[in-house]
C-alpha cells in the first residue's frame, strides 16, 4: 500500500478490522474460484469416457476460438499499454528539453520579507560566497506568474478591445540572469526613466496588434509610460497552457521574491550562506525555500505518475498475455503431437515445425496489433489534446510497440515449439 500511495499520489489505508475490505476479499475470492471452476467442469463434463481413456481428447472449434480470442484481447491490451508507455515518455522527453526562453537550473528562489528592505547589501554579501554565481529579484515566480489584469491600454486599442496580461516586476539585471532574449529594444537599466518603461512579450504584442511597438504608449492599472522593448516568448507556465502576454516593469519597491544562481556543486554552501543571511533579518520565520526545477518538474507530477502507473499495467498486462500465450501454446503442442510426429517421419526439420507451430501465434499477435494500433493512437491523441506544447505521435511508436509484442510472442513460445519439434515421433505414434 506505501508503494501504491507512492506510485499513484493517493493516501489510502487498508485496515483489516475494517468489514468492508473482507466483504470485498470475500467475494472476489468466492467470485474468482465459481468462474475459474466452472469452464474446467463444464469442459470435463462433455468429455466421452471412452475417448479420454484412450487420450483421444480434444477441443470443439469453438473452444479453439475462444482461446484464440483471449490471446488476442491479452496482447491488444499489452500493445494499447507499451504504445502508450512509449508516448507518455516521449512527451515528458519533449516537456524537459524543450527551450523554455529562460534558464531555470541551479536557480534558488525564496520570498524576502524584511531582507528585501536591505536587498543591495544582502545582495553584495551574497555574491561573495562560494557557489553563488549570480543574484537578481522580481515580484513573482517566474514559473508560475499568478496574477493577471485586464486593466491596460495601449496606443491603437480598439473600444471594445480588451487584453488580460501577466504583469510582473523585474530588476535591471533579470533578463540577464535568466539568459532571456530581447526581439527589439532595450532591458532595464535601473535608471529612474524605467519606473516609467514596460517590456511585452512577443504574444502581449501580438495580441495587442501593436506595429512597431517600441515607443508606443502603453498603461497598466494606473501606471502610465512607453514600451521600450520586446522579450521573446517563454513559458511562464505548464506546457498545458499556451504562453499568455506578460508586461514587464519596474518598481525596487514591489520585488519581494530573490533568485539566486548556484553553480550546482556548491549548492548546499550557497544556501547555508543564504539561510545565516535570512535569518539575520527574519529571526522569527522559519527558512523555506525551492528551486524552480522542482517547480517545474510538479507542474508535470500528474503526467509523471501517470507514466509510472502505464509502466506498471503494461508489465501485468505483457505476463497475463505471455501466461496466455504460453498455456495455448502448451495446449497445441500437446494435441498436436501426433501430427508434429507424423510430419517429421515424412522429413519435416526441426526449424520448419518450429515455424510451423509459431507461425499461428504470430498470426495471432499480428491481429492484436491491428486491433490496437488505432485505438492506442485514439486514446494518446486524446491525452495529448490537454497540451498546447506536445509531440507529434508517429508511425515509429506503433512499430516499436507491435515489434516488442511480436518478440515476447516469439520468446514465450519458443520453448514449448522447442520442446515439440525435437521429441522423438516414435513415443507420439507408438500409441496408435
Known amino acids: 500500500m506505501p508503494l501504491f500511495n507512492g506510485l499513484s499520489g493517493k493516501e489510502l489505508s487498508f485496515d483489516l478490522t475494517n468489514y468492508h475490505i473482507w466483504q470485498v476479499i470475500w467475494i472476489t475470492m468466492l467470485g474468482t474460484l465459481a468462474i475459474s471452476s466452472i469452464y474446467p467442469a463444464l469442459l470435463l463434463s462433455s468429455f466421452e469416457p471412452l475417448k479420454a481413456l484412450k487420450g483421444k481428447i480434444s477441443a470443439k472449434i469453438s473452444d479453439a476460438i475462444f482461446r484464440k480470442v483471449l490471446v488476442v484481447v491479452q496482447f491488444s491490451f499489452s500493445i494499447v499499454l507499451i504504445a502508450g508507455t512509449f508516448i507518455i515518455s516521449k512527451q515528458l522527453h519533449y516537456i524537459r528539453s524543450k527551450q523554455l526562453g529562460y534558464d531555470r537550473e541551479n536557480v534558488l528562489a525564496f520570498f524576502m520579507r524584511d531582507m528585501g528592505k536591505h536587498y543591495d547589501a544582502v545582495k553584495t554579501e551574497l555574491l561573495k560566497q562560494p557557489g553563488i554565481v549570480n543574484v537578481t529579484r522580481a ?22 478591445e480588451t487584453m488580460m496580461v501577466r504583469p510582473m516586476t523585474i530588476d535591471k539585471d533579470f ?38 511597438p517600441i515607443g508606443k504608449k502603453f498603461k497598466l492599472w494606473e501606471r502610465e509610460g512607453t514600451i521600450t522593448g520586446v522579450v521573446k516568448d517563454f513559458h511562464l507556465a505548464s506546457m498545458k497552457n499556451k504562453i499568455e502576454p506578460v508586461v514587464f516593469f519596474y518598481d525596487p519597491k514591489n520585488m519581494g521574491a530573490i533568485y539566486i544562481k548556484t553553480t550546482g556543486k556548491d549548492a548546499p554552501k550557497a544556501i547555508a550562506a543564504t539561510e545565516k543571511k535570512w535569518k539575520q533579518y527574519n529571526a522569527d520565520f522559519p527558512f523555506e525555500y525551492f528551486f524552480l526545477d522542482n517547480i517545474f518538474n510538479n507542474l508535470y507530477r500528474s503526467e509523471q505518475r501517470t507514466g509510472s502507473l502505464f509502466n506498471v499495467f503494461a508489465l501485468m498486462a505483457i505476463i497475463i498475455s505471455c501466461l496466455g500465450l504460453f498455456g495455448l501454446a502448451t495446449y497445441t503442442a500437446q494435441v498436436r503431437t501426433k501430427e508434429i510426429g507424423v510430419r517429421k517421419v515424412l522429413g519435416a526439420s526441426v526449424p520448419g515445425i518450429i515455424k510451423l507451430l509459431a507461425g499461428d501465434f504470430i498470426k495471432l499477435v499480428l491481429i492484436a496489433i491491428t486491433i490496437a494500433t488505432p485505438v492506442a493512437w485514439y486514446l494518446m491523441n486524446k491525452w495529448l489534446q490537454d497540451f498546447a506544447y506536445k509531440t507529434n505521435i508517429g508511425w515509429m511508436v506503433f512499430a516499436l510497440a507491435g515489434l516488442a509484442a511480436v518478440v515476447i510472442a516469439v520468446a514465450t513460445i519458443s520453448f514449448q515449439a522447442i520442446k515439440a519439434a525435437v521429441a522423438n515421433p516414435v513415443k507420439s505414434l507408438r500409441t496408435e
Open 175 to 212: 533578463m540577464s540572469f535568466f539568459n532571456m532574449q530581447m526581439k527589439e529594444g532595450n532591458a532595464f537599466t535601473g535608471a529612474v526613466l524605467d519606473s516609467a518603461h514596460f517590456i511585452l512579450n512577443e504574444t502581449a504584442v501580438q495580441t495587442a496588434r501593436i506595429k512597431d
Open 139 to 160: 515580484s513573482a515566480n517566474i514559473v508560475r506568474i499568478g496574477a493577471q489584469t485586464g486593466s491596460n491600454w495601449w496606443e491603437g486599442k480598439g473600444k471594445d
